[in-house]
């Protein structure tokens, strides 16, 4: 017999991928379906542009002060190495990765709390028994919403962490503005972009359908609800961290 | 009509529904009673599909549904109206838009024809102008309505009401009742409707099922169930101790 953890394991994620092939299927409304992909890129994308930003400004000034930490004393490598390096941890690492798990937090948590008020209200089942495919409607429109936000949301981290680092790179004289420029204008492979593009749409799917999955099957009151968007998010964000390791070992690598 | 035919269901190993078979009648109002965790909404809840039985089979207008193509299961769909024990409006939804929403799915109706449609609806549970209220600012009362409005925007043949007047005063429950009753004679649909209520049983009981433990102990006409010799039922019906003086005060006459 095999273990009894591993069994759960496979159960579960054999019911997550029965809720992804119910979730992909052409919607049974197309007016519907736009009016809830337009609330949900709302609800997902816009409301999250705040908290993107302001953490991104910050971390963005954090990295560039370690790096120039890093650099002093040396010699040899020149003070405009700290745009440099500051670019490349924020394209690399810090604005997919970091971004998607503070996501995981807020988004996650959103997801999984309200699919999971609806199903023990028995909202899912008044879907359900109308006819409505409950995990398409449910589903489909937070997904297609993340997938085609999330670039935007990457986009403007970056955008924002460098202006970061430039801000903390000046004020705390570790070089010049014109410096800092010349930094960042260094030879940049654009195969980066790419990966981080990649990343960020992986971990957009990860960080909406793990907490609609702990959302759909609830089982009880509102207790659970909590319980379950507690799990979701512990869950989607070690997924994701895991996928990180996998992805930068196969793009990277 | 709507015939249920040997109905089984078990949840872990116990056995909650125990071979259950009747027949309801359109244009009549069947009730389904029974104590708390007889079984009801998991029997209602079986014959709108919600719940797939373990065994057994269920007969809509003749048609077996065991037998039904997926298609015809999703047109039967169509034709089942659901009033949950908590109305289970859609929280993110006006009023309109909850009673709307089937037509919105399944409709090619226009905006103008919709609306005229929801307010034929929410007249005829005598609910006028809170189309714009959301169902967080209903009474309880009130979202029973909107949730019955919903139940019969598609003309169903089918009505299922799970408590419909659980957590509602008396005189309210009596007007929900009599609302239903009235909807059912008019448009010729088959309604069943959980409860147990004793007072729903006098008022608008026209074929009654008594579950126990999961299995039909009884089954008769309101005028029947106060004659009953099934020691069960007796038990049942008299618990209240309104029913109990009037069947005393009957005898001594
Ligand atoms: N999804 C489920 N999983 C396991 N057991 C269940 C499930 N649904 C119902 N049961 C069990 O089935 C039994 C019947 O429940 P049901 O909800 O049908 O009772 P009921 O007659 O509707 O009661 P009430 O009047 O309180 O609504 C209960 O013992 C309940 O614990
Ligand atoms: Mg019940």
């Given at each position: 017999m095999l273990p009894k953890f591993i069994v759960k394991f496979f159960t579960k994620a054999g019911r997550y991928f029965i809720l992804l092939r119910r979730a992909f299927t052409r919607p049974q409304s197309w007016r519907v379906f736009g009016r809830l992909y337009m609330r949900e890129i709302d609800d997902l994308g816009f409301n999250s542009m705040g908290i993107v930003t302001f953490l991104s400004f910050f971390v963005g000034a954090v990295v560039a002060l370690q790096m120039a930490l890093n650099l002093d004393g040396s010699a040899i490598i020149p003070k405009y190495y700290t745009a440099y390096a500051t670019r490349e941890t924020v394209v690399l690492e810090f604005s997919p990765t970091i971004i998607a798990i503070i996501l995981c937090g807020k988004i996650g948590s959103f997801v999984a709390s309200s699919i999971g008020t609806m199903r023990v209200t028995e909202q899912i089942e008044a879907l359900d028994v109308m006819?409505?495919?409950?995990?398409?409607?449910?589903?489909?429109?937070?997904?297609?919403?993340?997938?085609?936000?999330?670039?935007?949301?990457?986009?403007?981290?970056?955008?924002?962490?460098?202006?970061?680092?430039?801000?903390?790179?000046?004020?705390?004289?570790?070089?010049?503005?014109?410096?800092?420029?010349?930094?960042?204008?260094?030879?940049?492979?654009?195969?980066?972009?790419?990966?981080?593009?990649?990343?960020?749409?992986?971990?957009?799917?990860?960080?909406?359908?793990?907490?609609?999955?702990?959302?759909?099957?609830?089982?009880?009151?509102?207790l659970d609800v909590g319980k379950a968007s507690t799990n979701a998010v512990v869950c989607s964000s070690t997924i994701i961290i895991i996928l990180n390791y996998v992805l930068t070992q196969t793009l990277l690598g | 009509m709507l015939q249920a035919i040997n109905i089984c269901k078990s949840f872990d190993g116990k056995q909650v529904l125990k071979d259950i078979s009747s027949t309801f009648d359109a244009g009549k109002t069947n009730l389904i009673i029974g104590q708390s965790g007889a079984g009801k909404t998991v029997f209602l809840k079986s014959l709108t599909g919600l719940i797939t039985p373990d065994a057994g089979d269920i007969l809509y207008g003749g048609m077996s549904y065991n037998a039904m193509s997926e298609d015809e299961k999703n047109n039967l769909r169509h034709e089942i109206g659901m009033v949950f024990q908590g109305g289970a409006l859609f929280d993110s939804m006006d009023v309109e838009e909850n009673v709307m929403f089937p037509l919105m799915m399944f409709?090619?109706?226009?905006?103008?024809?919709?609306?005229?449609?929801?307010?034929?609806?929410?007249?005829?549970?005598?609910?006028?102008?809170?189309?714009?209220?959301?169902?967080?600012?209903?009474?309880?009362?009130?979202?029973?309505?909107?949730?019955?409005?919903?139940?019969?925007?598609?003309?169903?043949?089918?009505?299922?009401?799970?408590?419909?007047?659980?957590?509602?005063?008396?005189?309210?429950?009596?007007?929900?009742?009599?609302?239903?009753?009235?909807?059912?004679?008019?448009?010729?649909?088959?309604?069943?409707?959980?409860?147990?209520?004793?007072?729903?049983?006098?008022e608008i009981g026209e074929k009654i099922i008594f579950l126990k433990g999961g299995r039909k102990a009884w089954e008769g006409t309101s005028a029947e169930i106060l004659e009953a010799q099934n020691t069960d039922i007796v038990d049942f019906v008299y618990s209240s101790p309104i029913l109990k003086a009037l069947k005393e005060s009957k005898l001594r006459k």
């Open positions: 006819g409505v495919n409950s995990a398409n409607y449910l589903l489909l429109p937070k997904i297609a919403a993340m997938l085609s936000f999330m670039p935007i949301l990457i986009m403007t981290s970056i955008v924002t962490a460098i202006f970061g680092g430039w801000v903390a790179a000046i004020t705390s004289g570790t070089c010049t503005s014109a410096e800092f420029i010349y930094g960042l204008r260094m030879p940049f492979d654009t195969f980066y972009v790419t990966y981080a593009m990649i990343k960020s749409e992986v971990f957009a799917f990860v960080l909406v359908t793990i907490p609609a999955y702990f959302g759909y099957y609830i089982n009880g009151g509102a | 409709s090619s109706m226009s905006r103008s024809e919709m609306r005229d449609r929801v307010d034929w609806a929410l007249r005829r549970v005598n609910l006028p102008d809170v189309q714009r209220k959301t169902p967080a600012e209903l009474s309880g009362g009130m979202k029973k309505r909107v949730a019955i409005a919903r139940g019969i925007i598609m003309n169903p043949k089918y009505l299922f009401c799970d408590e419909p007047n659980s957590g509602l005063d008396p005189k309210t429950s009596i007007v929900i009742d009599q609302l239903i009753s009235e909807i059912t004679h008019e448009y010729g649909m088959t309604t069943i409707i959980n409860t147990h209520d004793m007072n729903s049983v006098m």
